[in-house]
């Protein structure tokens, strides 16, 4: 790297710009709210503004003079400064915006820095995964049987000497918990890796798209010249280096074995008593397989819509109907110029020749009687005054939940320590109406992103109100309630 190379990236880099603003901590605290927490690739423009105000409502409540202006105005300018990317779907009738890969970029490198000295440095398992990989690229790199032969005979020696060992009744050896951890970690960097790579492969694909729109809409190339454009351009992304790997990757996800057999390890890495402290992790792992299918999903739609310009291209009736527009409007054009010197007449004509359309008679829907509706006669209806005084003895002994001081229990018992359960919550503050507010409890837990474990559950007791000798027995998953200093979510705001 030299210094003009630096220089011009520091100054157009987006990653650059969004590490560099002043509000960088709260966009990419919002971004990884919005898009990260929930495995969310997109969302609508609707979701996205109302979001965005409750990010507002809740940074104003201790910092008033931060981001106070216009929602819509902020997404603008996010996709301006190409943090954000907004586009269209088919199946959607407002925009849709996703991350870029720039934003992606920015988030991976605060995240590693910040983490910095916290998380496990696996120098031990990164050594044996960067031995690996340049055996392997030995390996495949070379196309002389014999290597190949030796290599598969010292497996397969290594594997009966292995099988020979436990055979004979010795002890098998297995990963100190600290090396499961420290594995585990690497391939959770390089999973989050991953689906960061997927928006500079997609945005290559977009590329592409547009410089085919482009040309067509120029009008200078022939459709054969912007045709053998498209295609070489498409041929020459699946054998560039992102392509090859992208296509490989599609064919090894997209294989029902793989995805069985990716899904029981993930299975069996629950069970590790060494990654109990890792449930996030564990979570994000458990959730990868429908995301990376939603990822390479949306990335196989980026490139449908290449086609589809291509065969838009490929249809001989409109692209002549298209230069036959585009002859018109040039007529026009210099009819316009000639007459522009020229006094007006009071009088103004205008010819127009269209084609004739013919209509077949078939075309024509057949004929159907009008429907007929039935009117139905009103009947009298008289109130039993007996049982509506029952039903509004009923309403009136519904009780209101108030979620505002359930969250003022939570935020007293949190601020003795960092976290505290659902069962100890309701015992410092006994529920004043019944197994209504638990359920309040359990809503404010899933609203406010609080954790729950529905692996684990927790038997309470309540004492039923009005009859101290009877009790309720209530099985409910287990709930740890923290605070808002030590959850990455703030709490929402109750409405």
């Known amino acids: 790297m030299h210094r003009e190379q630096l220089g011009a990236f520091f100054e157009q880099s987006p990653t650059v710009r969004l590490l560099k603003a002043d509000t960088a901590p709260l966009l990419i605290d919002f971004f990884y709210r919005t898009f990260k927490l929930g495995e969310t690739i997109a969302i609508g423009q609707a979701d996205l503004r109302a979001k965005l105000i409750l990010f507002q409502e809740d940074l104003h409540e201790t910092n008033p003079n931060q981001l106070t202006g216009n929602p ?61 990989l340049l055996a392997d690229i030995v390996r495949g790199a070379s196309s002389d049987p014999r290597e190949r032969l030796t290599y598969l005979r010292s497996q397969v020696a290594t594997i009966q000497e292995e099988i020979a060992r436990l055979e004979s009744g010795q002890t098998v050896e297995t990963y100190k918990p600290s090396q499961i951890r420290e594995r585990f970690q690497n391939a959770v960097n390089l999973l989050k890796d991953l689906q960061s790579d997927f928006r500079a492969v997609e945005e290559r694909f977009l590329a592409i798209a547009r410089d085919v729109q482009h040309k067509q809409a120029l009008g200078t190339d022939t459709r054969g010249q912007i045709l053998g454009y498209a295609l070489d351009a498409e041929e020459l992304m699946k054998k560039e280096d992102e392509g ?17 057999a990716l899904a029981q390890t993930i299975a069996s890495l629950q069970s590790l008593q060494a990654l109990e402290d890792q ?79 013919i209509q077949s008679p078939f075309a024509r829907t057949l004929w159907s009687p009008q429907e007929t509706f039935d009117v139905p006669v009103p009947t009298a209806s008289l109130l039993d005054p007996e049982e509506t005084r029952k039903i509004a003895s009923a309403f009136a002994r519904l009780e209101r939940l108030d979620l505002k001081r359930l969250r003022s229990n939570i935020k007293q018992q949190t601020l003795r320590s960092d976290s505290t359960t659902l069962a100890s919550l309701l015992a410092a503050h006994p529920p004043q109406s019944g197994i209504i507010e638990v359920l309040g409890y359990i809503q404010i837990a899933h609203d406010d992103h609080h954790s729950i474990d529905p692996q684990t559950t927790e038997t309470i007791i309540l004492q039923t109100r009005g009859c101290k000798d009877r009790e309720s027995i209530v099985t409910v998953p287990k709930i740890t309630f923290r605070s808002r200093t030590a959850t990455n979510v703030g709490v929402r705001k109750p409405k």
């Open 72 to 132: 819509d105005r902020y997404l603008n300018h996010w996709v301006e400064q190409q943090w954000l990317k907004r586009f269209l779907e088919a199946n959607s009738s407002e925009p849709q915006y996703q991350l870029t890969r720039y934003a992606e970029e920015a988030m991976r490198f605060t995240e590693s820095a910040a983490n910095d000295g916290r998380q496990l440095v696996g120098t031990d398992s990164r050594l044996r995964i960067v031995i690996e």
């Open 244 to 260: 090859i790997s992208f296509y490989s990757f599609v064919a090894l996800l997209f294989s029902p074995s793989q995805q069985q």
């Open 279 to 357: 449930q996030d992790s564990l979570n994000h792992v458990k959730r990868i397989i429908p995301a990376l299918l939603a990822e390479a999903e949306k990335v196989m739609r980026t490139n449908a819509r290449l086609s589809t310009t291509l065969r838009r291209l490929l249809d001989s009736k409109a692209s002549a109907e298209r230069i036959r527009l585009t002859h018109v409007l040039r007529d026009i054009r210099q009819a316009a110029l000639q007459l522009a010197d020229k006094p007006i007449n009071n009088t103004l004509e205008i010819s127009i020749d269209t084609e004739i359309e």
